[in-house]
Structures are given as C-alpha cells and as structure tokens.
C-alpha cells in the first residue's frame, strides 16, 4: 500500500482515510485542495491500478495539480513518467499524465462536456463550483464511473447557481461530505492568521464565501457566478498594474474594432481602462489595466498612448466627477466621435449594466479566469429605493467600487452593443 510521504493536516488526512466511493470537499481557501485531490489520486492509482481522471477549470489549473501529482510521485519515490498531448473534444486541449509504475496514468484535462465522456476511471474534480456549464459535465460524466469507479469533488463555494452547490446541500445522495473553514483548518495545523486576512479582506461576503465556506445567496446579485463563470476563458490577459506595463503589451495585431472603457478614479477608488476587441459577433478582453492614486496628469498620457497604439475605434469615459477633465481633455485630442464621455445617472447606470447583462447572457464576451474581476462582476447589486427608482450599486472594498464592472460596461457601450431601448427601464 501507498503511503504519503508529506506532512498532511488533519482534514487532509480525514480526506485521505475516507474511502467512500462518493465524497465531497468544501474547503477554505488556500487550503490544499489541489494538494488533497491530486495526492489522493497518486495513492488510489498506486495501490489499484486504476486510471485516475481529474477535471480542473481549465488548462493553467490543471497542469498545477499533475505537477503537484508528480510532486507526489518523487516524494514516495514512485518511480512515474510524465506525457504531454494533444486531446480532442468539441476543441483541442492539452492533456497531461503520469503514468505510474503498474500503468494505471493520472490525467489531467480542463472541464467541459466532451472531456468528462472522455474516460473511465475514478474522477476527481477540482474547484467544481468553477467550472463551466457544471450542471453539462456532472451530466456527462456521471455514466463513465457507472461501473464502480469513484468520484471525488473538492472546492471553495461560489454561489449556488451550479452543481457543486447542489451535491453538499443534498443530504440523500450518498456523499461523504467534508467541510473545513478556515478555523477548523487552524485547528488541524494549518498556519493560518484568521484574524489579519479577514482584516485584510475587508470584505464580509467574501469573507464568508472564500474562507467560512458559505454558499452566498445570488437573489441580489445582478450577474451571477454562473453567468459570469460561463464567459471566462484561458488565453484571455490578466488584469495589468500599471507598474508592470511594458509598451509590448500593446503591440497585438488588432483584427477587429476596439473598443474602450475608462472608469475614473483617483484615492479612494480604482481607475481601470477595459479594452475589448470585437471578432465577429464576440467581444474579446485583450486588456485591462489598474490605475491607483496616479495622478490625473500621468493617467491622461497612459490612455491617450493606449488609444493611439491600438487605433481605438472608440472609447467611452466616466466624467462624473473628477473625470470631467480627463474626458474633456480626450474629446479635445482625439474628437467628439471618437471619444464619449458618460455622466453616470441612475438612467445612464441602467443602460450600462444591462448591456453587460445581455452580452453575458448571450456569451459574447470572454474574460480571463480571475477571482479578482470575478468578484467585482458579482458585487453589483441592483436595488429599488423607496421612491420607486433602480439603483445599481456595490459596496466599497479595498479592490475598488465595481470599477472593473463599469470599464467593462463602457466599453460596450462605446461599441454601442446591447443598449436598452427608449421604452424599456429594467
């Protein structure tokens, strides 16, 4: 038999010794799932001889947990070789494996209904609440362990419009189910401070999601984790400080019209400059860059530098406020049919977030898979005062004001997609 050769914590080793065909993980964050999962897989292989199949979010995660896998493998001195090859599904992936000594391999794809038919073989799931079309996959691959196999789910809640949500708040469908929190990993060892990250949060919703394990109700939220998880993507850039700018990043070959939006801030909030790339009928993140506490000077040549380089077809600017003199100071370089600024009204807010809506909604966006912009997305709430009037609002974190959500609502609307009609107020 197998046996671990790392120093485990006690819901890792609760993990490990349960040997329940079906079990279910809902674990804080940073608290070594991927680790968890990928080591239970190496044990089960070694001692079986049965192929191990895990199912990450997406390409970048999944070559993660077979390094952790191989990890593994030296760590026992498991003598096991690594391969690399194309898979074909609906699209082509990569599909990384270890084959262990007694041929049983350790495969790692990204999630999606194709490759969930792909194999038999004891199936684990890594951060199942984020994956794409989770109700699609569970679907697809729940015949291919008909035959005995195992299937092992671990991840952080996100929401509960998706199906790892259902499987830890069904308690008739068999499940072994763990549930870890951040204090009951500190109780197990791990060296965690509670008290300083939730300080350093400063979020309580996020707080109660990522680290307390809680599946948030989305009855207020405006996009919900599902919309928002179904229109991310590999490949797609990550958000850029502009510390870490280089003028390299600018010099894509642009195919399509761009198109930008710039939600200004200054001290207390963020600036962030969107950029889109509209193929076809889909809207493509190829930036998005973070501006905090430079000055409006500084802020003004960045734009014009990313206006100019990228040939923007369009741009629409937040002048509410302190954006007033940025946006008029843009118009007068670049003309009015070039560059709009936006006054945020209640009115204005509406048209905004319901073309991110429906462009959501329709998926014809894509957007980089990040828990940063994800959050941002999710925190619009839309609410109704006593006068009667919608609002669309967030609640002020250290990460901003939804500012990603309003650049990326402005860069619709400087492509003019998705507006609400005259008669229509959501």
């Known amino acids: 038999m197998a046996i671990a050769a790392v120093p485990l914590y006690g819901y890792q080793k609760r993990w490990i010794a349960d040997k329940h065909r079906f079990k ?55 003598a096991a070789s690594a391969i690399e090859e194309d898979f074909f599904a609906d699209a082509q992936c990569k599909m990384l494996s270890i084959v262990l000594p007694n041929r049983a391999r350790i495969i790692g794809l990204p999630a999606n209904p194709a490759t969930a038919r792909g194999f038999t073989g004891n199936v684990r799931l890594d951060e199942f609440a984020f994956h794409k079309d989770s109700d699609k996959i569970w679907t697809a691959l729940f015949p ?48 965690f401070n509670a ?81 889109l790339e509209k193929l076809g009928d889909v809207f493509y993140t190829r930036a998005a860059f973070t501006l905090f506490n430079v000055k409006f000077a500084a802020q003004e040549q960045f734009l014009w530098q990313i206006i100019s380089r990228l040939k923007a077809t369009r741009a629409c600017i937040d002048c509410t406020g302190i954006g007033a003199q940025l946006a008029e100071n843009t118009v007068t370089k670049f003309g009015m049919y070039r560059i709009e600024p936006v006054t945020f009204t209640n009115e204005v807010k509406n048209d905004l977030a319901t073309r991110v809506l429906r ?29 009667g009037n919608i609002r669309f609002d967030a609640e002020r974190t250290k990460d901003g004001h939804a500012d990603r959500f309003w650049a990326l609502s402005l860069s619709l609307m400087a492509s003019d997609e998705g507006a609400v009609p005259s008669c229509i107020i959501l």
């Open 24 to 78: 279910a993980g809902r674990i804080t964050r940073q608290g070594g799932k991927s680790f968890m999962l990928s080591l239970d897989s190496v044990l089960e292989g070694a001692d079986t001889g049965v192929n191990e199949i895990i199912l990450s979010a997406g390409e970048r995660q999944s070559k993660e947990v077979i390094e952790k896998a191989k990890m593994h493998t030296e760590a026992m001195s498991i």
């Open 144 to 191: 291919t362990i008909s035959r005995g196999y195992k299937l092992s789910v671990v991840s952080t809640p996100q929401g509960k419009q998706n199906k790892f949500y259902n499987i830890c708040t069904n308690t008739e469908n068999g499940f072994s189910k763990h549930v870890v929190d951040i204090y009951q990993a500190i109780a197990d060892g791990a060296p």
């Open 195 to 275: 008290e300083e990250l939730k300080q350093g949060l400063d979020d309580e919703d996020a707080w109660q999601q990522e680290y307390m394990v809680q599946f948030l109700d989305e009855a207020t939220a405006f996009l919900t984790f599902e919309l928002i998880a179904g229109c991310e993507t590999e490949g797609v850039p990550q958000e850029i400080k502009l510390e870490d700018f280089v003028a390299s990043m600018l010099d894509w070959p642009v195919v399509g019209h761009v198109y930008i939006g710039v939600d200004i801030g200054r001290k207390k909030d963020l600036t962030i400059i969107y950029v």
């Open 359 to 387: 462009t959501f909604q329709d998926r014809r966006i894509r957007i980089p898979i990040s828990q940063t912009l994800r959050n941002d997305l999710h925190s619009i709430k839309k609410t109704m005062t006593a006068a």
